[in-house]
């Protein structure tokens, strides 16, 4: 589904995408804007492992509302795309992987700080995978720069769980989506991870039947319904 998504945006018409990168804050970001207004809600899309930010603004081409997306480049090099975290991250062990991705973590706060305070807002963060992990870490350690979150098929390390209680907080929602078929992110994990935050954040999770690591329909409709809540609040 990600890849008809693709394929369907940039072979026809996307108007207010820009291909040109733009860079703040030490990452560099293209962006598409639906909209006239210089006051646009801002949604900071995190693309997966080994993509491409234009992947990233992809997925949100159903939103049809007026909005400003921004997506970040990963500062690693992987394969054909980018990463946010080191090319061999994912071959560390469980402690390597926390530390490397609390230094991400930390410098992509930065960049998002300095997006809301571009465009004077608080943005919604959002992302698939290896971007979600992003979306969801930065719910939980940096809650006043961002409005919401939506982790697709992301999570958190089950050993920083406990860390995480201790920055508790139920004003910024999270929102997490996921097929129960995920091999990589499976789903018995997230629905623990849920339960064991849910008294302490405002985190809920909606999975698909069927679906493995991926987007569908049901679920591109559920978010863009979600997301249209939240801008339509401000």
């Known amino acids: 589904m990600r890849f008809l998504i693709l394929t369907i945006l940039v072979g026809g018409f996307c108007p207010g995408y820009s291909q040109s990168y733009q860079?703040?804050?030490g990452f560099s970001y293209v962006e598409k804007v639906t909209g006239s207004s210089a006051e646009l809600p801002v949604i900071i899309a995190f693309h997966f492992s080994s993509s491409k930010p234009i992947d990233a603004i992809a997925e949100y081409d159903s939103l049809k509302v007026p909005v400003r997306i921004i997506a970040p480049r990963g500062n690693f090099r992987k394969r054909d795309g980018y990463s946010y975290f080191p090319a061999d991250y994912y071959t560390k062990d469980s402690l390597t992987q926390m530390t490397?991705?609390?230094?991400?973590?930390?410098s992509i706060a930065v960049f998002v700080k300095a997006i809301g305070e571009k465009y004077k807002t608080k943005p919604i963060v959002a992302g698939f995978s290896q971007g979600g992990?992003?979306?969801?870490?930065?719910?939980v350690y940096y809650p006043g720069l961002i409005q919401a979150a939506f982790p697709f098929a992301g999570f958190i390390h089950h050993q920083r769980w406990d860390d995480a209680t201790k920055h508790a907080q139920k004003s910024v929602p999270i929102y997490i989506y996921q097929g129960d078929a995920d091999k990589i992110v499976a789903v018995d994990f997230s629905r623990k991870e849920v339960a064991a935050l849910k008294p302490y954040f405002?985190?809920?999770i909606t999975t698909y039947p069927g679906l493995g690591h991926d987007f569908s329909p049901a679920m591109m409709r559920d978010y863009a319904d979600a997301m249209r809540r939240i801008i339509r609040q401000k």
């Open 23 to 25: 860079q703040v804050a």
């Open 100 to 106: 490397l991705s609390r230094q991400t973590l930390d």
């Open 133 to 139: 992990d992003l979306s969801f870490l930065l719910a």
């Open 202 to 204: 405002a985190i809920s």
